[in-house]
């Protein structure tokens, strides 16, 4: 069975499932001004010395915690907010794929 289509609120009639185009502008207009007030990776921590302990932690801890898939990142279970104690604590450290990470670990981090 498949669900009907929906009206966006331009006017647009969009099929069940699908973002409309203009949802994914506005999306992507208040990604670039959420990134532009950010710090880079680096300045955040995500440097050289991170990029090595990553690639370590990845070779012993390959499966994501979550699905079991091959994993490509390397998550802080709490954020670090800068904090280097935080963000170097190994116990603190997850492997993740990265669409566990950007769907479930992104939305839990949303909703605090």
């Given at each position: 069975m498949?669900?009907?289509p929906h009206i966006c609120t331009c006017g647009?009639?969009?099929?069940?499932g699908v973002?409309?185009?203009?949802?994914?502008?506005?999306?992507?207009?208040?990604?670039r001004r959420h990134?532009?007030?950010r710090p880079?990776?680096?300045q955040r921590g995500y440097d050289?010395?991170?990029q090595a302990a990553r690639k370590d932690w990845l070779a012993y801890n390959p499966a994501c915690t979550r699905c079991r898939a091959p994993a490509t990142v390397v998550?802080?279970?709490t954020p670090h907010k800068?904090?280097?104690?935080?963000?170097?604590?190994k116990t603190n450290w997850q492997s993740l794929c990265a669409p566990c990470h950007n769907r479930h670990k992104q939305r839990e981090e949303r909703r605090t």
């Amino acid at each position: 069975m498949t669900r009907a289509p929906h009206i966006c609120t331009c006017g647009k009639i969009v099929a069940y499932g699908v973002i409309c185009q203009c949802k994914v502008a506005a999306i992507r207009a208040r990604n670039r001004r959420h990134d532009a007030n950010r710090p880079s990776a680096r300045q955040r921590g995500y440097d050289r010395r991170w990029q090595a302990a990553r690639k370590d932690w990845l070779a012993y801890n390959p499966a994501c915690t979550r699905c079991r898939a091959p994993a490509t990142v390397v998550d802080h279970i709490t954020p670090h907010k800068g904090d280097k104690a935080v963000f170097w604590d190994k116990t603190n450290w997850q492997s993740l794929c990265a669409p566990c990470h950007n769907r479930h670990k992104q939305r839990e981090e949303r909703r605090t």
